[in-house]
T-cell receptor
Framework: DVKVTQSSRYLVKRTGEKVFLECVQD?????MFWYRQDPGLGLRLIYF???????EKGDIPEGYSVSREKKERFSLILESASTNQTSMYLC??????????FGQGTRLTVV | QKEVEQDPGPLSVPEGAIVSLNCTYS??????FMWYRQYSRKGPELLMY????GNKEDGRFTAQVDKSSKYISLFIRDSQPSDSATYLC????????????FGDGTTLTVKP
């Protein structure tokens, strides 16, 4: 059974903190993605990676960075968390084919 | 204007009803049309997809694409309480679905 695992289900962080969201997939997929999901705005792509150490900006990269040192792991970094980054964060992976496999999501609250 | 617009809902129907979920889009380059289902506190899961125009059926679910009208639909026949979820349409120009453009989602509740 395919699996994308996000390290935390719920996180509460303070404004200005550096925040790391971790995602691991066990399907040997080349492609990994970070989205945020907000009511009325749907899923928006933050960053994606086609290979180890490769990354490309999505639609809303401002305030975020990513790291992919190993094929199975893709990290999203909030350099200095702000309240407008309170959201549900979803990691996904794909083999380049039509289906994206999503993790269960991390609900981040920045106070 | 958003590239993909989805009927906002929420939608509440009795068990056994036929449900229609709809999206419109503006990018004529979209070739792949997906429907994801997202249960509460879970990530989305691909339900089915269609390439270009036409219909595709999978059990109680039928996906329909009309590229001339830039309109897609998902029909659910004999709806069940277990169908209660948020349904997201998604579209992409190529096969790398992780780069899809998603609709906002329609939340469906099927009442027993």
């Amino acid at each position: 059974d395919v699996k994308v695992t996000q390290s935390s289900r719920y996180l509460v962080k303070r404004t200005g903190e550096k925040v790391f969201l971790e995602c691991v997939q066990d399907m040997d997929h080349e492609n990994m993605f970070w989205y945020r999901q907000d009511p009325g705005l749907g899923l928006r792509l933050i960053y994606f990676s086609y290979d180890v150490k490769m990354k490309e900006k999505g639609d809303i990269p401002e305030g975020y960075s990513v790291s992919r040192e190993k094929k199975e792991r893709f990290s999203l970094i909030l350099e200095s968390a702000s309240t407008n980054q309170t959201s549900m964060y979803l990691c996904a992976s794909s083999s380049g084919r039509i289906e994206a496999f999503f993790g269960q999501g991390t609900r981040l609250t920045v106070v | 204007q958003k590239e993909v617009e989805q009927d906002p809902g929420p939608l509440s129907v009795p068990e056994g009803a036929i449900v229609s979920l709809n999206c419109t889009y503006s990018n004529s380059a979209f070739q792949y049309f997906m429907w994801y289902r997202q249960y509460s506190r879970k990530g989305p899961e691909l339900l089915m997809y269609t390439y270009s125009s036409g219909n595709k059926e999978d059990g109680r679910f039928t996906a329909q694409v009309d590229k001339s009208s830039k309109y897609i639909s998902l029909f659910i026949r004999d709806s069940q309480p277990s169908d209660s979820a948020t349904y997201l349409c998604a579209m992409s120009e190529g096969t790398n679905a992780g780069k899809s453009t998603f609709g906002d989602g329609t939340t469906l509740t099927v009442k027993p």
